[in-house]
């Protein structure tokens, strides 16, 4: 779920009650932190009993009349937990935004 516009964004790892794994990218325009994003979905997994990690986060830009989606940056409150990075964030929004431009730095906050 990424709102339209540019804002900060987290990157989640949920885990299943079997094991299985998936990545999210969660971004919501007008939250003054990070911590702001990920919470509704940390509760939400919570009561669902699925684990939730957030991994990191960043800016996102997200168009849908351009249709392009751009991270960067940083985020204070959550680091890059090792091996995660917006990277990551961009194969998730290839898979669920076939058809978009999609890319990514670390630069930039």
């Known amino acids: 779920v990424i709102d339209e516009g540019t804002f900060k964004?987290?990157?989640l790892r949920v885990v299943g009650k079997t094991g299985e794994q998936r990545h999210?990218?969660?971004?919501?325009?007008?939250?003054?932190?990070h911590k702001d994003v990920a919470a509704p979905y940390v509760r939400e997994c919570g009561g669902l009993g699925v684990a939730v990690e957030i991994l990191g986060g960043g800016r996102i830009k997200h168009s849908s009349e351009d249709k392009t989606i751009s991270m960067y940056g940083f985020s204070y409150g959550f680091p890059w937990a090792k091996g995660a990075g917006h990277h990551i964030s961009a194969d998730v929004c290839r898979e669920a935004f076939p058809g978009y431009q999609v890319d990514w730095c670390d630069e930039g906050y």
């Open 24 to 33: 999210l990218v969660r971004g919501t325009a007008g939250a003054p932190y």
């Open 9 to 11: 964004y987290v990157l």
